[in-house]
């Protein structure tokens, strides 16, 4: 099983160009795909904004993540997955780490991640359900902190801050 992320604006494209089989997306509540996803075997989507304190409106919750990893693991061994949110920078990296963690180890997916989605910041508290999920010890969230912590985004969100 194969994995991509990207954003929202990028699914089209990148289902079309990789011949994905499957898409799983996590959206801010009320956000809508706004395209056409019939050819594809299958989608998952949930709704949860991309906020890392689990008393959070809408945060992400350990259910959601329960049942979309068993969803992935559903999935046909050679099914090529596009995981995807509004950026593909957050809670999709997070959901892509921990998919392929699953089946290839945590070094194995952190690797992978960074070289497919060098701009990625996984979401704390997904990385952090999925790491008891999957029984990771700790393994899993180190990695994903590690992946936060190996970019400098303070100019980032400097902007960010300056746009609210």
Known sequence: MEFRVCSKSQVRQLTKVWQATHVVGMLDPGDKMRYPMH????????????????????????????AALDWVASLPEDSKVVVHCFAGVS???????????????????KNELEKYRPMSYPNE???????????FNGELLNAAQEICNSHDYSGLFAMMKENE
Request: proline residues 3%; aromatic residues 8%.
């Open 91 to 109: 809670r999709s990296t997070a959901l892509a780490l921990a998919f392929m963690a699953s089946r290839h180890g945590v070094e194995w997916a």
């Open 39 to 66: 050819r594809l075997a299958g989608t998952f989507l949930r709704n949860a904004a991309d906020v890392t304190d689990p008393a959070g409106c809408y945060a992400p919750t350990k259910a959601q993540v329960k």
């Open 125 to 135: 508290l997904i990385a952090r359900y999925a790491d008891e999920i999957l029984g």
